[in-house]
């Protein structure tokens, strides 16, 4: 199987526009005949829906939570990147592409990253337009600020807020349109395979987590913007419900997942405090930007932070990056942290912690200042920590965050699998092997808004539907597959709790497959994985039926599909003998300790296909060329 | 720290339900209620009981998937906390915890902790939007908006759609939620040529669902994790006095509020 990558060719600078050229449309008048599923209401998901819906499209919308409006996006708290060039300080729609190739360490298509930076200026519109109450200055104009790995301030934000806004924007153009009649929302809906039919993805199976109902929807399209897989790891900052089933049961039914092992771990997240942990809190990066990060000169310092004079602190950023210093990339941050805690210089109980210092920056511009920039987010911690950050510095150790891995798509942003369309998180293309802050919310808005509803149409007008319905045996199957899973889950009756499983396999990856990996843990990993999942089959303990709420059996489905995922990370990472981005393989450094890729030999996207339980994953290679900017090592020095 | 917990349990919406009593002698102060409530439900797991069902996700207090009742009050002691990042440091060694969900007929049961507040999302398709197709935006600035302004509107949009509003009320209104939403885009530039339209949508919703009428008692506010002002009710009846006085109500359409959960995943 060879990949086609559907690039376009000729200058990088008119692709997308003479893509979209090229792209068949559907008649107005036969929108409404085409039926589409959208399965997730965040970002990406949520805005596909609305637009397509907009557009006049029969959409249906999915999501397992009780409101459109909980999706995960709404957690995201820093801002969105556009390359507006408002504050006059030397951006571009070239120098936000130039800066997201570089900052995903090479390892994403130039062609998507162009077209994300262009399009970045349209969401802004859109969300100004919709009501989304960025921060402005006094004289009404937006106001922006400075983001980890940039040297300009291209980020536009609400408080903390900022997920919360763009999807409550997002959430009500979804409901104007459920209003509209266009759009039909089933919220508390959880899809649990993926039918294809005749090759082409043609509907899926949902389960209602109320009534335990197994329905069939059938549609032209499916397109998933069901997020990311970093709960694979338990302790994460996603939120609880965040799984990777979608993706997964469609990467069994044939598409292929593409990076698993690229995590982004986020280097400002509330430090873990005990074994009840079930999940980590992120502090936004934004912190950074007044925030200095140190740690004690030496191991062991057990004196508060106030007795510790400034010549006995190490602010390890500036000391070895002085021209980025505390605003370094995420992975460079967390893998630097990581390193003073191994030490033996980290602080708080655990010796997992760095302090993350204001006093310098309310000295210079006041706590008022201070509080406007981060009030919520100083308020957050102390809830949490019972510590004053105003006072105290807070106390910060790396989490996992996001994972820039995810269904291989095209450039029309289609899997495998035609009529499978995957956005946002839960597709690989746009960050490479790193994702810089507040591109996250940039990419979601960006495929759900303008990209999606261009290239769905030309999968639309170029295709023939045959009429199907919940009796065709591929659906028949597919919900024969579902309800032998679900009855299996419930018929094991064992001993240990979904949670214990899931706590187990988490802290295997956190080890082996987290912030730095190496060939001997992988293997080990893979080992371990492979006799825990073998475990759980027979030793898990999921209580209650399976006709009416039951959160364990949720649970339990998505773990089910951790466990198979973890593996293929583990592989993924192991075969890829470099370090590049989020992906650490502590044999592949510089004297310096940074990251080593190896353009000759892992310039391309691993992409894995599934080939039934058990069996090895096969490897298909998209390689990666670079036109425009030419792969250096990274320096933030 | 030792806790009793006297959690309401239900199965479904058609059963009684009735409080069932449960001893935690070993609850960390640091963790969250919900975190205790997640080591309660290990040991009934490991007991062969049931789980307590309980709404949750983001656990960082945006979703507004979580809350209930803790000895009355809409997420329990802390001011400005949901249940998820209240941490138990906040109860005595060996105080009783009360807990039982949101309570409101707009809200149907479904299970233990678990209520319907679909009547949200209703209320929310019914107006609370600017009525802006995607590609229809003008750039970014061309409405300035000052940061006072624009700080009101945030301070209205921050609503997480939790219902704590509905369930400290002893009305059950959803004044509070639905003004949030006028408000927020109400005192903004986009949302001025739908002000009218959008009050006349969202009230008359609003008055089909079976929520109370707002008689300004203000417990919603003071249950608000999100601290949103009082002051938005007003707004509201502003706008609708204003919007009605203008014009009237007949073209205005409502749905009809969906409790079952079977009957809308087969339309």
Known sequence: ?637 | MKLTLKIWRQKSRNDKGQFVTYTMNDVNPEMSMLECLDVLNETLIEKGEEPVAFEHDCREGICGSCGFMINGVAHGPERATTVCQLTMRHFKDGQELVIEPWRAKAFPQIKDLVVDRRAFDRIIASGGYVSISTGNATDGNTHLIGKDTSDRAMDAAACIGCGACVAACPNASAALFTGAKIAHLGILPQGKPEQDRRARGMVAQLNTEPFGSCTNIGECTGACPKEIPLEVISVMNRDYIRASWKKRDDDVRTVRPVTDWSLSSKP
């Open chain 1, 1 to 637: 199987m060879t990949l086609d990558s559907k690039l376009p060719s000729g200058p990088i600078e008119t692709a997308w526009q003479r893509t979209r050229f090229d792209l068949k449309l559907v008649n107005p008048a036969n929108k409404r005949r085409h039926s589409i599923i959208v399965v997730g209401s965040g970002l990406a998901g949520g805005s596909a829906a609305a637009t397509l819906g907009e557009l006049g499209y029969n959409v249906r919308c999915f999501c397992f939570q009780d409101s459109p409006r909980r999706a995960h996006s709404i957690a995201a708290q820093g801002g969105i990147n556009a390359a507006k060039n408002y504050q006059n300080d030397g951006d571009s729609v070239y120098r936000l592409f130039y800066d997201t190739v570089k900052g995903g360490d090479f390892r994403a298509r130039e062609a998507n990253v162009y077209r994300l930076a262009e399009i970045s200026v349209s969401i802004i519109d859109q969300c100004v337009a919709q009501g989304v109450p960025f921060a402005r200055e006094y004289g009404g104009a937006l106001t922006n600020r400075s983001f980890g790995g940039a040297q300009v301030s291209r980020t536009f934000y609400a408080r903390g807020q900022t997920g919360q806004q763009l999807l409550l924007g997002a959430y009500q153009a979804l409901e104007r349109q459920v209003h509209e009649g266009t759009v039909t929302m089933y919220p508390r809906t959880e899809m649990l395979d993926l039918i294809v039919i005749d090759g082409r993805a043609r509907g899926i199976v949902t389960r209602n987590l109320i009534t335990g109902e197994l329905d069939v929807h059938i549609a032209d399209a499916v397109i998933l913007g069901t997020g990311g897989y970093g709960n694979v790891y338990y302790l994460s900052t996603n939120a609880k419900g965040s799984n990777v089933t979608a993706s997964w049961r469609a990467h069994r039914r044939g598409a292929l997942f593409a990076n698993p092992c690229y995590t982004q771990i986020h280097p400002t997240c509330i430090p873990v405090s005990g074994d009840y942990q079930s999940k980590l809190t992120l502090m936004s990066e934004s912190l950074r930007n007044d925030g200095r990060i140190w740690v004690p000169v030496k191991k062991g310092d057990k004196r508060s932070p106030d007795q510790i004079p400034e010549s006995e602190r190490d602010y390890y950023l500036e000391r070895r990056y002085p021209s980025f210093g505390n605003l370094v990339p995420r992975d460079v941050a967390s893998r630097n942290a990581k390193a003073v805690c191994d030490e033996g210089r980290g602080v708080g109980e655990t010796g997992l912690g760095v302090y993350l210092d204001f006093s310098d920056a309310i000295k210079r511009l006041g706590r008022h200042v201070i509080s406007e920039r981060y009030g919520n987010l100083f308020d957050m911690y102390q809830r949490i920590t019972d510590e004053d950050p105003y006072k105290v510095p807070m106390r910060i150790y790396p989490a996992i965050h996001y994972t820039m891995g995810g269904l291989w798509v095209d450039y029309h942003l289609q899997s495998t699998i035609p009529g499978l369309f995957v956005l946002g998180e839960a597709n690989f293309s746009d960050h490479g092997a790193n994702r810089l802050g507040a591109s996250a919310l940039m990419q979601g808005l960006s495929d759900g808004y303008f990209v999606i509803p261009y290239t769905i149409g030309n999968y639309l007008a170029t295709n023939k539907f045959p009429k199907a319905d919940a009796s065709h045996p591929e659906a028949q199957a597919a919900v024969a597959s579902v309800r032998q899973i679900t009855d299996k889950l419930l018929s094991i009756k064992g001993h240990r709790t979904v949670d214990s499983f899931h706590r187990e396999l988490g802290k295997i990856m956190w080890d082996e497959c987290g912030m730095s990996r190496t060939a001997e843990g992988l293997k080990k990993a893979i080992g371990q994985i492979r006799a825990l999942r073998e475990e759980f089959w027979q030793n898990v303990n999921v209580p209650g039926s399976g006709d009416d709420l039951n959160q364990s059996l949720e649970k339990a489905g998505r773990v089910a599909d951790f466990f198979e995922l973890g593996e293929l990370m583990c592989i993924d990472a192991l075969e890829r003998n470099e370090s590049c981005g989020g992906h650490f393989r502590e044999e592949y450094q510089t004297a310096e300790g940074e990251a080593q890729r190896d353009d000759e030999h892992y310039s391309y996207v691993a992409a894995w296909g599934y080939r039934g339980p058990g069996n090895a994953p096969e490897l298909i290679k998209e390689p990666l060329e670079f036109d425009y900017v030419h792969p250096s090592q990274r320096s933030y020095k």
